[in-house]
């Protein structure tokens, strides 16, 4: 899709916005998608955010905790158990 004249038109007229790609199989970016989805568990759902402001200050809170005892994702499951809920929620 990202080589439609519709899209190589819009990108000519945003010069600002680059395309990314990453292979789907790209394993880290799941890690920063799982990042991404504590974040807003822990401190955007979960709070009250009356301005933008409000809720800059709980996602920098947010990033001084977790920066001052950093701990890598590590995955629980193992592939085959993965294959088998996936197995599972097919039938």
Same mark, same amino acid.
Request: a positive charge.
């Given at each position: =899709?990202? %080589?439609?004249?519709?899209v %190589?038109?819009?990108?000519a007229?945003?010069?600002?916005?680059?395309?990314h790609?990453t292979p =789907?199989?790209?394993? #880290?970016?799941?890690?920063?998608?799982? #990042?991404f989805?504590?974040l807003?568990? %822990?401190?955007?759902?979960?709070?009250t955010?009356?301005?933008?402001?409000?809720?800059?200050?709980a996602i920098?809170?947010?990033?001084?905790? !977790? !920066?001052?005892?950093p %701990?890598?994702?590590? #995955?629980?499951?193992?592939?085959?158990?993965?294959l088998?809920?996936i197995?599972?929620?097919?039938?």
């Amino acid at each position: =899709t990202h %080589k439609t004249p519709a899209v %190589k038109a819009w990108f000519a007229r945003h010069p600002r916005f680059h395309a990314h790609f990453t292979p =789907t199989s790209a394993s #880290w970016l799941n890690q920063v998608e799982r #990042w991404f989805a504590t974040l807003t568990e %822990k401190y955007i759902r979960r709070g009250t955010h009356r301005s933008t402001r409000q809720l800059e200050q709980a996602i920098r809170q947010y990033l001084e905790l !977790n !920066n001052s005892d950093p %701990k890598p994702f590590v #995955w629980i499951k193992s592939a085959d158990d993965i294959l088998a809920s996936i197995e599972r929620f097919c039938l």
